[in-house]
């Protein structure tokens, strides 16, 4: 910032009460003017959900890349690390007991976010970090620059408290097949000896679409019917409701139940909309709603 303009931007205020305002999850994820992926379907939900969130962009783009031309830019990574200082000088991430991070958008920002995650952790002040690394899938392969997968393999793994990997992230990080179930758990339990206490893996082939849950001692599967439609945004609202639910004090395997009902019923509302981008307010209704789960976890 210009000395000019922060002259102009910084200034005393009369009579503002001196006590810090509440944040209980940090979230680092892309913005987009139109439509719902990385912050953009993530906090929203989290709001919905009473999260009181710290947002922090690592894209300003018009849109997603599903459409014929999008403007904008990758926020280039000294303006993320500002942004995270920024963060610390109000001392937001000593107090926020939750951290959620997502798309990067160049591996100069993954590099940039875990310089800060490691200094927090060096401090004692980084919250549970949940870990969304996200990579690609697999109907278009990977779409973030390949140096990304080493900053998330050797970086932020060994500090993340739980992941969610899609199938195709999953085996990318792992190195093994996960693209089936069986596969699957072993690739999830590869990850648990870098450093996370949970993977939650999506996405993966089975009787209908398969969710994991895998912990340290015990495993669950959540399965959910497929449905015929390719919007973006739903891994972001599905680590977004999983934090939610965490941060009400539910279990893992209660967190999940309640993040794919929200999810899956998005998609539903998506769909009978008719609607080009995902209904990102229907899921906080579905997935609170009480009574027995939609899409149970199960045991293995």
């Given at each position: 910032?210009?000395?000019?303009?922060?002259?102009?931007?910084?200034?005393?205020?009369?009579?503002?009460?001196?006590?810090?305002?509440p944040v209980d999850l940090v979230s680092v994820q892309s913005q987009l003017?139109?439509?719902?992926?990385?912050?953009?379907?993530?906090?929203?939900?989290?709001?919905?959900?009473?999260?009181?969130?710290?947002?922090?962009?690592?894209?300003?783009?018009?849109?997603?890349?599903?459409?014929?031309?999008?403007?904008?830019?990758?926020?280039?990574?000294?303006?993320?690390?500002?942004?995270?200082?920024?963060?610390?000088?109000?001392?937001?991430?000593?107090?926020?007991?939750?951290?959620?991070?997502?798309?990067?958008?160049?591996?100069?920002?993954?590099?940039?976010?875990?310089?800060?995650?490691?200094?927090?952790?060096?401090?004692?002040?980084?919250?549970?970090?949940?870990?969304?690394?996200?990579?690609?899938?697999?109907?278009t392969g990977a779409y973030v620059e390949p140096g990304l997968e080493d900053?998330?393999?050797?970086?932020?793994?060994?500090?993340?408290?739980?992941?969610?990997?899609?199938?195709?992230?999953?085996?990318?990080?792992?190195?093994?097949?996960?693209?089936?179930?069986?596969?699957?758990?072993?690739?999830?339990?590869?990850?648990?000896?870098?450093?996370?206490?949970?993977?939650?893996?999506?996405?993966?082939?089975?009787?209908?679409?398969?969710?994991?849950?895998?912990?340290?001692?015990?495993?669950?599967?959540?399965?959910?019917?497929?449905?015929?439609?390719?919007?973006?945004?739903t891994g972001d609202v599905l680590a977004a409701l999983v934090a939610a639910?965490?941060?009400?004090?539910?279990?893992?395997?209660?967190?999940?139940?309640?993040?794919?009902?929200?999810?899956?019923?998005?998609?539903?509302?998506?769909?009978?909309?008719?609607?080009?981008?995902?209904?990102?307010?229907?899921?906080?209704?579905?997935?609170?709603?009480?009574?027995?789960?939609?899409?149970?976890?199960?045991?293995?």
């Amino acid at each position: 910032m210009s000395q000019t303009l922060e002259s102009r931007l910084v200034h005393e205020r009369g009579n503002r009460p001196s006590g810090p305002t509440p944040v209980d999850l940090v979230s680092v994820q892309s913005q987009l003017a139109y439509g719902h992926a990385g912050n953009s379907a993530a906090v929203p939900v989290l709001r919905m959900l009473g999260v009181r969130v710290a947002e922090v962009p690592t894209t300003l783009l018009s849109n997603t890349p599903f459409y014929p031309s999008m403007r904008g830019k990758v926020l280039p990574a000294d303006w993320l690390a500002d942004l995270l200082h920024g963060l610390d000088e109000r001392a937001v991430s000593a107090r926020a007991r939750m951290l959620v991070s997502g798309y990067f958008g160049s591996v100069a920002n993954g590099e940039a976010f875990a310089d800060w995650l490691e200094a927090c952790h060096a401090a004692g002040t980084m919250p549970r970090y949940l870990l969304d690394p996200v990579i690609g899938d697999t109907h278009t392969g990977a779409y973030v620059e390949p140096g990304l997968e080493d900053v998330f393999a050797r970086r932020l793994l060994p500090l993340a408290w739980m992941v969610t990997p899609n199938a195709f992230e999953l085996e990318r990080l792992s190195g093994h097949p996960a693209l089936r179930e069986a596969d699957a758990l072993v690739a999830a339990r590869i990850l648990l000896q870098r450093g996370p206490e949970w993977v939650l893996a999506h996405s993966v082939v089975g009787e209908g679409l398969v969710a994991l849950l895998v912990g340290h001692h015990q495993a669950w599967r959540l399965c959910s019917p497929h449905l015929d439609l390719d919007v973006a945004g739903t891994g972001d609202v599905l680590a977004a409701l999983v934090a939610a639910f965490l941060l009400r004090g539910e279990a893992p395997p209660r967190a999940a139940e309640r993040a794919l009902a929200g999810v899956h019923a998005a998609l539903e509302s998506t769909l009978a909309h008719g609607w080009e981008e995902l209904d990102v307010l229907a899921a906080p209704a579905a997935a609170l709603a009480d009574g027995p789960a939609r899409f149970p976890a199960v045991a293995l």
